[in-house]
């Protein structure tokens, strides 16, 4: 009697941690980096205008950058002078971004 074996692979691709959850719309992964806002900037739920905004962000305001979908960026507030708790996620328009560290 012959017993033969087969050695199954199993290959699991997992996402990115950065393309979990609500950012999940995210098209770009990002090595998280700093980044600071321009003027009065909405700080969005989702990556367009038709989001919900979750506050303002001024210039000054501090933040990392995760990952982007076209020309929006998903952020997670480090500072904010208009009240946006610390840890907040969300949505900002790429070009209301300056001072970008990686």
């Known amino acids: 009697m012959t017993v033969a074996a087969a050695a199954a692979l ?3 691709i997992v996402p990115a941690a ?3 959850g609500e ?4 098209t770009h992964n990002w090595p998280n980096f ?4 321009g003027n009065a900037w909405n ?5 367009s205008t038709g989001y919900r905004s979750l506050g ?3 210039r000054g305001d501090k933040f990392t950058v995760m990952c982007s979908k076209g020309s929006w960026d ?4 480090v500072s904010s002078k208009s009240g946006i708790r610390k840890g907040t996620k969300g949505w900002v328009r790429s070009d209301g971004l300056i001072n970008l560290a990686g």
Do not use: D, E
């Open 56 to 58: 303002y962000l001024y």
């Open 18 to 20: 950065h393309a979990v």
């Open 74 to 77: 998903y952020a997670q507030i």
């Open 34 to 37: 700093s980044a600071t806002a």
């Open 23 to 26: 950012n999940s719309q995210c």
């Open 43 to 47: 700080f969005r739920s989702g990556p």
């Open 10 to 12: 199993t290959v699991t």
